[in-house]
């Protein structure tokens, strides 16, 4: 820790609600444990193109209850270079900055993890992904926000669905994670959720079908998460038409809706913990580690190990959304 006296702070990868307040509680508490702290524009991006500037603390003022990430952020094929990497390095250098706080998801921590390696940099991650897809944290930053998105916005397409007594397969975002599917399902009182964690083992649509979805309903709603697994709500609207043609059906993508937004209090505090916690590994001599939250104790987890593991899903709740669903 001796050597530390400034950070540099970035977002990457896709945006989640909770990243602002991360950025401002990582920025006050390096501030008030005595670090200078310097803000980098458009991620890994930034690094590589010298977009970086002094971050006091107004600098993070009222950004709390914002969506987004004031620092934006942006895809950086050079980072991905050597000497993309090496012209990083060196800016970095350039404004003193001897560690990195990267706030993102497995792509961005991955670019942490390398980038670390290379140039023996100390490296903090913090998990921002609404996906909450991360190994050794039980949620990341923006997930209970956009789940709280996806539960309103099935809650106003049920009204609809009600009306015409029609079958709805509404995507939703996680990528090849499963976590906003089932339980947006279960909150939003869905008949079913079609998820990539069980794409290989059984016919989810048939599955469903078979379970007799329509006998005491007028109207059903399936969430499908978007994955090349699960080839998204479109293909099983195909599905549908084709093989159960008695059922009018529709589809809706709820898209990049799930990403905006004010954060809840959960994520506000949630990024509040970890950006604090950030701050005091860096004071413990942690690197390279990603800070989670398990059993609400804050925990730091390896990058390997948060990049590489698979984050379980709990199966249990696809038997409770089965059968509050009858």
């Known amino acids: 820790m001796g050597r530390i006296k400034c950070i540099g702070i970035l977002t990457s990868g896709g945006d989640a609600p909770g ?53 934006k952020t942006a895809r950086c094929q050079e980072f991905t270079t050597p000497e993309g990497r090496k012209l990083a390095y060196e800016n970095m250098k350039a404004h003193g900055i001897d560690a990195l706080i990267i706030i993102g998801g ?51 397409i049920r009204d609809t669905a009600t009306s015409h007594e029609r079958l709805f397969f509404i995507e939703v975002m996680g990528r090849d994670a499963g976590f906003l599917a089932l339980n947006g399902a279960i909150a939003s009182g869905a008949e079913a959720a079609i998820i990539p ?45 084709n093989e159960y043609p008695q059922y009018d059906v529709r589809v809706s993508i709820l898209g990049h809706l799930q990403r905006g937004g004010s954060p809840t ?35 730091y987890v390896p990058f390997t190990k948060a990049i590489k593991n698979d984050k379980p899903i709990d199966r249990g709740l696809v038997g409770v959304l089965k059968e509050l669903s009858i």
Do not use: W
């Not at 701050?279 to 609400?296: C, T």
């Open 106 to 156: 497995d792509g961005s921590l991955t670019g942490a993890r390398i980038f670390a390696e290379e140039y023996d940099v100390t490296c903090i991650g913090l998990p921002g992904t609404i996906d909450n897809d991360l190994f050794g944290t039980d949620t990341t930053i923006g997930y209970d926000t956009a789940l709280n998105t996806i539960m309103e916005c099935v809650d106003k």
């Open 197 to 241: 964690e069980f794409e290989t083992e059984f016919d989810q649509l048939e599955e469903f079908i078979k379970n007799g979805f329509r006998k005491s309903k007028n109207s059903s709603i399936v969430l499908v998460a978007e994955s090349e697994l699960t080839g998204g709500a479109m293909h099983y609207a195909e599905r549908v038409k």
């Open 19 to 71: 990243m602002n307040a991360a950025i401002r509680a990582v920025t006050r508490s390096a501030i008030y444990n005595g670090l200078q702290v310097k803000g980098i524009y458009r991620g890994y991006r930034g690094l590589v193109t010298n977009e970086i500037k002094d971050f006091k603390s107004e600098d993070v003022s009222n950004i709390v209850q914002r969506g987004g990430t004031i620092l």
């Open 265 to 299: 209090a959960n994520d506000r505090i949630l990024a509040s913990r970890l950006g604090a916690a950030s701050i005091e590994a860096l004071l413990e001599g942690q690197r390279n580690v990603m800070i989670g939250i398990e059993h609400d104790q804050v925990v």
